[in-house]
């Protein structure tokens, strides 16, 4: 393919976002791309496919002080296209790991083709028997974050009671699976009468209820009457204090994400860590950074659960790049039932 | 000795206690107790020399739900005697393990004789040759619960930044002087300008600061500038939630207590938690029980470092029993220097 200007639609960031995301905060421009490397530049020319729409972005889209040195939580500066994870076709490439014709899948743009230099986080995808879509979940970040996060962080052992928050959506609905592979008690919280009835009928967990309908704490009690080992966290706020007066001793505490507390200025008050100690609970967070040298191990241990149907997994896909902005913002709402994902264009 | 009744002073709760423990919650009360131990029974008859005014017996101080089932932190009944980590002589004896004459450290009773039944948590002291009432701080209880604070549940690294707060309290200041051993760089605070001098050139620390004087956040960003990797928790509350804004990444916070939260209904809200997933950071409570049988391993290191002066250990003795209310109610507000100890009668 000969260098030519393409028509690229992109998805920017308007504005800062303050509480949670909407539409109006993102703004689609026209504008136009090169597919040409220049000579000497180690960069892939990329046919985008799949976005994912991972709730841990909303942490770029304010301006906030950026302490903490990693890159892929740094604020976007505003009218500069959105950078998250997704699946692509290697159209050109000078870099060698990277194959034209190939798929990869990392952090590729909100927009129709992009072309990155140096690319810090992006995989040649080994396996295409399985739905391309899947890298920009069960088989990228998003279950690579459910499995180290029950695996290492929470050291789940066998019989113990599991209670993950924000079940129904993509990464609650891994973790919650893989604690299930080991034998574990599984309950989930979710937003809808519907979620609640997959999470139970259809993802296997041993129970779940509707956050929204019933006193969590009367919720907790009843569907975890001995307490709790683990809690694997996606919530926040009010659902984290309460959750800690329902953890048993030792138990441990996964923070994963807090969705209710992004929007957030002040966040809200935790006023139960003080049963920490005599519970001597550990609470432990943790970003994707922490273990892409895991992810080798883990692909070659979900591909072959994944093709012998053994996982459940449910996506939530939105058809078109414009759709990325209402996709995106409707998981701080649960509009999504499994992992929000934005289809660009037809995937082979 | 012959069975004898001996006039046995005793330290009793008078009332549940409400905010922070004042005099006035205890009651001084004369009774008689019989030396004499029952055939057939295993029990011991001790004349107490040494009482630790121990934090965390504040916990057993309030009528709270006690639903974690540890004995050592179930509240007091009304009226009884309070039960805490001391130092005793063994009068009588139908336990081979302990032999009359012979000193222990454990669980005793604040009053002048206890007679303990199928003593629990009750030791024979190895060593004489270094203070009896090291046994109620240093060599007991305090000690190990700094030692496996540091070296176990902080996992502290050499050449990390360690904070301590309550840093010139029993267990801060052991907690400085260990991790210092592992050549860390150690900052404490305190809450007045005599203890931070005791803490910089006394005890070893690299920084310390007045929290009652400094803006909380100023004082932090002057003594750890790069962050710190390990918070040593004594305190909770507005402490914790500004420490967290200076967690480095990957920190650990080791809470070991919360003395300013003990007395309040409603806990103060923690705000900054959403750092502990971009910062990666582990928060972890532990109590005593955790980890007794580290305490044979932890005696036989602290011992020569003892007899050698290798640690600066302080200790702020009261004599008297009837000096035990306002001695454990003066450590909440930051009356003692060094561990609170109440002397009971000559040691030896």
Redesign the interface.
């Known amino acids: 393919m000969e260098a030519i200007l393409l028509a690229n639609k992109q998805v920017l960031l308007k504005r800062y976002v303050e509480g949670n995301p909407s539409e109006d905060d993102f703004e689609l421009k026209m504008s136009y791309i090169s597919s040409h490397i220049p000579q000497g530049s180690n960069a892939v020319f990329l046919k985008n496919i799949y976005l994912a729409c991972d709730p841990a972005l909303r942490?770029r889209l304010s301006a906030h002080d950026h302490s903490?040195?990693?890159a892929l939580?740094k604020p976007f500066n505003l009218g500069s296209v959105i950078q998250g994870f997704g699946v692509a076709k290697v159209i050109k490439s000078t870099i060698p790991d990277f194959e034209e014709e190939s798929y990869v899948w990392g952090v590729i743009g909100w927009e129709e083709y992009s072309m990155i230099e140096n690319p810090k986080v992006l995989y040649t995808i080994k396996y295409t028997d399985v739905p391309l879509s899947y890298y920009a979940g069960i088989l990228g970040m998003v279950g690579l974050t459910a499995y180290f996060g029950i695996n290492n962080i929470s050291s789940v052992k066998e019989g113990e009671v599991v209670y993950v928050s924000s079940a129904a959506g993509g990464t609650g609905l891994l973790a919650g699976q893989f604690a299930k592979m080991m034998n574990c008690y599984v309950v989930g919280s979710t937003s809808t009468d519907e979620k609640v009835d997959i999470l139970k009928n259809k993802l296997g967990f041993d129970d779940a209820f509707n956050y929204k309908k019933e006193d969590l704490g009367e919720a907790l009690k009843r569907v975890c009457p001995n307490g709790i080992d683990v809690y694997f966290e996606n919530v926040?706020g009010a659902m984290?204090d309460e959750v800690i007066l329902h953890m048993k001793?030792h138990g441990r505490i996964t923070?994963?994400?807090?969705i209710s507390?992004y929007g957030l200025k002040?966040?809200?008050?935790?006023?139960?860590?003080?049963?920490?100690?005599?519970?001597?609970?550990?609470?432990?967070?943790?970003?994707d950074v922490?273990y892409w040298n895991f992810y080798p191990q883990y692909l070659e241990w979900a591909i072959p659960l994944i093709r012998d149907n053994k996982i459940v997994y449910l996506q939530d896909i939105a058809k078109g790049l414009e759709s990325a902005p209402a996709a995106f913002s409707g998981i701080f709402h649960g509009k999504n039932i499994g992992k929000a994902v934005v289809n660009i264009v037809a995937d082979k």
Chains 1, 2 share one sequence.
């Open positions: 942490y903490d040195n990693i939580l926040g984290l001793t923070v994963c994400g807090m507390q002040e966040k809200d008050g935790i006023h139960n860590l003080f049963h920490l100690i005599s519970k001597r609970i550990r609470m432990e967070g943790f970003v922490n």
